[in-house]
């Protein structure tokens, strides 16, 4: 199975500030014929499920936030909150959609400061 | 609007089983791949099952392989999940999601989910 490992594993930011959180696949899950990279990035708030964010590794899924970006290409991503809201606290969780062994990352706990 | 509505949890003794429904709305069912994913408390996001939309094709986490069966009945818009054996490392709370058309796509739609506790 891919393996997918984020950091770090918890995050505090000051609202307005930058937050940053990085996602590492143990193999490349870029395909090839498409050139597309089959990964996305998921926001879960206390009681709720995750909600979509990024897919495509760097395409935002429709009423998300232009503040949320996503980027990177075959191992390495990047999941940018360019300026932190109060409501933006959660669990943020990357995911490989490459392999039907589908994995998430561990999570990442993003805070206020 | 788009909805999966999940049910059917609780609390059953170990090696007992017990089985998840997911009623869905607003899209076209019988046209979408269907996958469960699982929550255990405090933890982080487990893939459990996926079934293709016409229910022919199935794969599962060797977590639950051959313990957990997914089906569906597009004529309900109802997905499933047969847990058999259940261990005590199942307990967890168990979304349905689809990927859309492909299984090669991002899971867009989540349930509010249904909790699974396994306990004696």
């Known amino acids: 199975d891919i393996v997918m490992t984020q950091s770090p594993d918890s995050l505090a930011v000051s609202l307005g500030e930058r937050a940053t959180i990085n996602c590492k696949s143990s193999?490349?899950?870029?395909?090839?014929?498409?050139?597309?990279?089959?990964l996305a990035w998921f926001q879960q708030k206390p009681g709720q499920p995750p909600k979509l964010l990024i897919y495509?590794?760097?395409t935002r899924e429709s009423g998300v936030p232009d503040r949320f970006s996503g980027s990177g290409s075959g191992t390495d991503f990047t999941l940018t909150i360019s300026s932190l809201q109060a409501e933006d606290v959660a669990v943020y969780y990357c995911?490989?959609?490459?392999?039907?062994?589908?994995?998430f990352g561990q999570g990442t706990k993003l805070e206020i400061k | 609007q788009v909805q999966l509505v999940e049910s059917g949890g609780g609390v059953v003794q170990p090696g007992r089983s017990l089985r998840l429904s997911c009623a869905a709305s607003g899209f076209i069912f019988s046209t979408y791949a269907m996958h469960w994913v699982r929550q255990a408390p405090g933890k982080g996001l487990e893939w459990v099952a996926l079934i293709s939309y016409d229910g022919d094709n199935k794969y599962y986490a060797d977590s639950v392989k051959g313990r957990f069966t997914i089906s569906r009945d597009n004529s309900k818009n109802t997905l499933y999940l047969q847990l058999n054996s259940l261990k005590t490392e199942d307990t967890a709370v168990y979304y349905c999601a689809t990927s859309g058309g492909s299984y090669y796509s991002a899971f867009d739609i989540w349930g509010q989910g249904t909790m699974v506790t396994v306990s004696s």
């Open positions: 995911q490989q959609y490459y392999s039907t062994s589908y994995t």
């Open positions: 495509w590794a760097s």
């Open positions: 193999q490349s899950v870029l395909y090839s014929s498409n050139n597309k990279n089959y």
